[in-house]
């Protein structure tokens, strides 16, 4: 059975298929919000991702600055004959290792109940200063530590079979007369 032909009166009576402009206006509103809201979601996930990423990089520089403090404070030096761990070495703008950016500057001191004992300290109060430049501007950051008066093993070997080293003798500190 064949369809009769529409009329101008079915056109007024509202038969007419598909979308009125106030349909697709509010579907593309509710698009709109919804594709706003994504793009929030994604810029916020982004910064959060790079703060992630920048505190690892932060946390692993000052792990860095420690193992080179631990190997590079106090050098080897000879005693009576004996290699012992000397004097803590001044350490100025060095680079931290695997971080070319970052430089360090570290002051140790003696721990003050210490300093009246036999012999020389064996703990060091250690103030670390971090610096590096952001966007032209030098930044810092501190930080305090306490290490002991030690060369790693590891270390000591390093010196004497790769790099030949010889440790400087050193005269024994005289304990002050009561």
Known sequence: MRRPPRTRSDDL????????LVEVVLAMMILL??????????????AM???????????????????DLEEH?????????VEVAGEPSAIVDRAVPGYPALTYTAVATPDPDELGGPGPPLEYRVDVELSWSSQGARQKKSFT??????????????????????PEPVEPQKEPSS
């Open 73 to 81: 404070l106090f050098p080897l030096v000879l005693v009576d004959g």
């Open 49 to 67: 991702s790079k703060t992630a990423t920048l505190r690892t990089h932060a946390a692993n520089s000052v792990e860095a600055v420690l193992l």
């Open 33 to 46: 919000i919804g594709m706003t809201t994504i793009i929030g979601l994604l810029s916020f996930g982004a």
């Open 145 to 166: 530590t306490i290490l002991l008066r030690e060369v790693p093993f590891g270390e000591r070997l390093r010196q004497r079979f790769v790099e030949q080293l010889e």
């Open 13 to 20: 009576r509202g038969d007419r298929r598909g979308f009125t």
